[in-house]
């Protein structure tokens, strides 16, 4: 029997490679000579595509915008390879009937320890120590004292999934927990606060862990890094941006906050010289799902994700814009 054809624009990790090759004629746009011709090719009868943020993908990027979506009249399917989306236009999907599924749940754990790390890194200033170390230093005298997590309030923007593990690990370091977010949740035991500005002033760890695209953009702007205050700390693994890069460099700049910790950023893999030249803050290249444990389920959803649609039994992970089975009519 003839397979399907499933389109991967960019490049996933190979075991989503080898699991979808095994189902699907997989068509490796990246490896075309000519992808505009064969985009022309395959785009009116392409079913399936799976996709994922740049960040795996060798700096290939293939936004799967509303003008995409309208290429593919036949489209069925966008398996995402990433618990964010933002490079998916869902909104676009769920008006043609197209369903999304991202990677949630897999990744939680290893998000929270990841976030968790880089908040001990900056505030105890520990990459920094250990260049200390290397370059000789502690042979003359002691690396110079830190700020300290000890008493401090940390504010959760975003309380999913990965913002939840976050919390819990607060908790378990003694921390004061708030959070922000678009509503009230009942089953959480910490102080809601409905204006993140209200929330960043009484908090001095701001923790980003909320959904990248337009609603969030510069939502981290200059009013909430002068509400954080001078002993504040910013930590960012969601999406770059959530945060507005240059109010948040020129606050770093002049002290109006205490530091930063980045995994993600507005450009990446492209970051600012003005942060890399900042020996304060803590840089990370988006890695915060980045083991081998966690990516390698991560890619198995994908394709399960996909064998189980294509199988008629529906997606195994569905994002919200795009619920299954109530999916609306589809527009062709
Ligand atoms: C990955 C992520 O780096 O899941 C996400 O949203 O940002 C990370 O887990 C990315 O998705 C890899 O493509």
Same mark, same amino acid.
């Given at each position: ?7 991967m =624009? ?8 080898e699991?979808l090759a095994? !189902? ?18 395959i785009?009116p ?8 943020? =740049?960040i795996?993908?060798?700096?290939? !990027?293939?936004p799967i ?18 618990v ?13 009937? %197209? ?7 897999? &990744? ?5 320890d990841?976030?968790?790390?880089l908040?001990?890194?900056?505030? $105890?200033q520990f990459?920094?120590?250990?260049r ?9 005298t002691?690396f110079?004292?830190?700020?300290s997590l000890?008493g401090?309030?940390?504010?959760i ?5 990965i913002?939840?593990a976050i919390a $819990? ?7 004061k927990i708030?959070?922000h ?7 959480a035991?910490w =102080?809601?606060y ?9 908090c ?7 959904p ?20 504040? %700390? ?5 999406r770059?941006?959530v %945060? ?8 770093? $700049?002049?002290?109006r906050?205490?530091s ?8 990446e893999?492209e970051?600012?010289a003005?942060?890399?030249?900042m020996?304060h803050v %803590?840089l990370?290249p ?5 083991s ?8 198995? &959803? ?5 064998l189980?649609?294509a ?6 992970t ?7 089975p109530?999916r609306p009519?589809k527009?062709h």
């Amino acid at each position: 029997m003839a397979q399907d054809d499933l389109l991967m =624009p960019v490049p996933l990790p190979p075991l989503v490679q080898e699991g979808l090759a095994k !189902s699907f004629n997989l068509i490796k746009l990246w490896e075309e000579r000519d992808p505009e011709a064969v985009l022309a090719a395959i785009a009116p009868r392409m079913r399936f595509i799976a996709t994922g943020v =740049p960040i795996l993908a060798d700096g290939v !990027s293939y936004p799967i915008s509303a003008a995409v979506v309208a290429r593919f009249p036949k489209l069925e399917l966008v398996a995402n390879l990433g618990v964010g989306y933002d490079n998916i236009d869902a909104g676009a999907c769920a008006a043609r009937g %197209v369903i999304v599924t991202n990677t949630p749940d897999v &990744l939680t754990e290893e998000t929270a320890d990841t976030a968790f790390g880089l908040l001990l890194c900056v505030i $105890r200033q520990f990459p920094q120590a250990d260049r200390y170390l290397r370059e000789g230093k502690w042979l003359k005298t002691g690396f110079p004292l830190t700020a300290s997590l000890r008493g401090r309030t940390m504010g959760i923007v975003g309380l999913g999934r990965i913002g939840r593990a976050i919390a $819990r690990r607060g908790e378990a370091f003694g921390l004061k927990i708030a959070y922000h977010g678009r509503t009230a949740q009942a089953d959480a035991p910490w =102080p809601f606060y409905e204006r993140l500005e209200d929330m960043a002033r009484a908090c001095d760890i701001l923790m980003v862990s909320t959904p990248g695209g337009p609603a969030t953009r510069n939502l981290i702007d200059a009013k909430i890094l002068d509400a954080l205050g001078p002993q504040g %700390v910013l930590i960012n693994i969601a999406r770059g941006s959530v %945060v507005d890069e240059p109010a948040l460099i020129a606050a770093l $700049r002049e002290g109006r906050i205490l530091s930063a910790g980045l995994d993600v950023f507005a450009g990446e893999p492209e970051v600012p010289a003005e942060l890399i030249a900042m020996d304060h803050v %803590v840089l990370l290249p988006h890695v915060g799902s980045a083991s081998h444990a966690t990516r390698d389920a991560m890619s198995a &959803l994908v394709v399960d994700n996909a064998l189980s649609f294509a199988a008629g039994r529906g997606p195994l992970t569905p994002v919200a814009e795009t619920p299954w089975p109530s999916r609306p009519e589809k527009a062709h």
